[in-house]
């Protein structure tokens, strides 16, 4: 069976679950615990940075290799067109939503938890006493402000990165109004990288993620709650309701992540 080293909450990853599900493959996946485990992935894919695919002897890193590799090993249900405009301008949206969407969403969402108190606290698993929440969330954003200017992630950077998705959700809009996906009349890698890493600004609903219930059908706040994108994220939500497999039974039952020692 497949693997996909992961983290949950990686929107790289949720981009190679969307195609997995959309082709039918089955796959295990295992949850990489940030540090030691990034350690032990080195060790196996030479790089610690997820997602990665183990297939038997074969191991892929970067969610863009993935995808190639799957189109190539597993042709049925193509996501890739062999016409060569469409399969460009595939290749090329898929590209920009990796450099546009992929980085400027971190973003903006490290900028939502700064500044918004109940984000924050919704993060954190329902195990958590409210105790423990409320502390985490009287955190001044002033002091989480001055952190984050000294990993890149200041007000200047988030504000730029809020212009840039408002402006890319703005022109996917106006092209999702007068077709069903961005290139062909069925889904292609474009739409899984767009849907994949647009899942920051606005986190899936439905049992998709093994995330907090309070983060179902919530994001950023100016993005994932105002009615400009709204037709944006009901595209999201009918590409998952069509392709993506929910998660089966309880946490830790099937579809859960497992967290296991790299070999």
Same mark, same amino acid.
């Given at each position: 069976?497949? *693997?996909?080293y #992961? +983290? *949950? ?14 082709k ?13 485990? #990034? ?7 030479? #790089?610690?940075?997820?997602?990665v ?14 995808a ?17 405009k ?55 954003? *002033? ?5 984050g #200017? ?41 739409? +899984?990288?767009?849907?994949g ?27 994932a ?6 037709p ?24 859960s ?7």
């Amino acid at each position: 069976m497949l *693997e996909l080293y #992961q +983290f *949950e909450l990686s929107h790289f990853s949720e981009k190679v679950r969307l195609i997995l599900d959309y082709k039918g493959l089955a796959y295990r996946k295992i949850e990489v615990t940030p540090g030691i485990g #990034q350690i032990e992935l080195f060790r196996l894919a030479g #790089q610690r940075q997820v997602p990665v695919l183990k297939d038997g002897n074969e191991v892929i890193a970067d969610s863009t290799a993935i995808a190639d590799y799957l189109e190539r090993q597993y042709p049925d249900r193509p996501i890739i067109p062999t016409e060569p405009k469409l399969r460009g301008l595939t290749l090329l949206i898929e590209q920009w939503a990796d450099e546009s969407i992929g980085l400027n969403a971190r973003k903006v969402l490290i900028g939502a938890l700064n500044q918004d108190h109940a984000l924050r606290a919704a993060f954190l698993p329902s195990s958590v006493p409210d105790v423990v929440k409320n502390l985490i969330s009287a955190v001044p954003t *002033e002091f989480l402000s001055v952190l984050g #200017q000294g990993v890149g992630f200041g007000p200047d950077a988030i504000k730029s990165a809020m212009e840039a998705i408002k402006r890319d959700l703005t022109a996917l809009t106006f092209i999702l109004s007068e077709q069903p996906y961005l290139v062909t009349d069925h889904p292609t890698l474009a739409d +899984f990288a767009v849907a994949g890493l647009s899942a920051y600004l606005k986190f899936p609903g439905g049992n998709y993620l093994e995330i907090p219930d309070a983060l179902k059908d919530r994001g950023v706040p100016g993005i994932a709650d105002i009615g400009t994108f709204e037709p944006f994220f009901q595209w999201r939500d009918r590409l998952y309701a069509e392709y993506r497999k929910p998660l089966i039974g309880s946490p830790g039952g099937a579809g859960s992540p497992s967290t296991i020692n790299i070999e």
